[in-house]
């Protein structure tokens, strides 16, 4: 009992084992309030993460929630991750994980692109980037050497239709990007140990008085 005790001090005086022993009958809410503590560790760390490798755009990959926790038996499932109707739940796991790039061969990961020829939808996303950051729209054009007509042509064509000049940096940009690859940032990946380790694990069996099982999903199923 006394080693119990000891951990259910060590996970902070406001928690409320919920029974009267380790015989008695167990509250979830003492269960909960642990786990979704460690649920708020672990996302607030993998936004800090998010922010910090500038992985910011229109905030949909910031957006990670918990769902409520299933319980059978000892086993506990927690599910951490994005809605369905969040666009980041598509495409998290490649951020996270990075992809392979095809000349670069980085970095690890196990996605990888296969070729270099360019979707549709990849060019019209990274093109849509482009709009809502117009800062990194660079003028790639070469004027030096040209005739002041060759010059006035140019500035003719460019206002004419300068969609079509975007939309071809920005299927240069998914080229180059299939080449480099997408760089790991890992912030589903790297901070699920430090938010539900063994300690965690291991102090939760403890202060319950029972081996537990928790399994961490990133799945939201309707």
């Known amino acids: 009992m006394a080693s ?6 060590s996970l902070g005086k406001n928690f409320d084992l919920g029974g009267e022993s380790s015989q008695g009958t167990l509250k979830l809410d003492a269960v909960e309030k642990v786990m979704f503590d460690a649920a708020t560790k672990f996302i607030s760390l993998a936004k800090q993460r998010i922010n910090a490798k500038g992985k910011v755009d229109r905030g949909n990959m910031s957006d990670i929630t918990v769902s409520a ?11 951490i991750g994005y809605d369905e109707s969040n666009p980041a739940s598509k495409y998290y796991d490649f951020q996270n994980k990075g992809v392979k790039g095809i000349k670069s061969g980085k970095p690890n990961s196990p996605y990888q692109f296969r070729t270099l020829k360019v979707s549709k939808n990849m060019v019209q996303a990274i093109l849509e980037w482009y709009l809502r950051h117009k800062n990194y729209i660079k003028n790639e054009d070469q004027r030096k050497g040209l005739s002041p007509l060759q010059i006035k042509r140019k500035q003719i064509s460019d206002v004419a239709d300068p969609m079509i000049k975007l939309r071809k940096l920005a299927k240069n940009t998914a080229k180059r990007i299939k080449e480099r690859g997408i760089a790991r940032v890992g912030f589903f990946d790297d901070n699920e140990e430090k938010a539900f380790g063994e300690d965690f694990k291991a102090k939760l069996s403890q202060a319950l008085g029972q081996d537990i099982a928790l399994t961490i999903t990133q799945t939201f199923k309707k």
């Open 4 to 9: 119990i005790l000891k951990a259910q001090e």
């Open 69 to 79: 926790i299933n319980k059978t038996g000892n086993r506990y499932l927690l599910t």
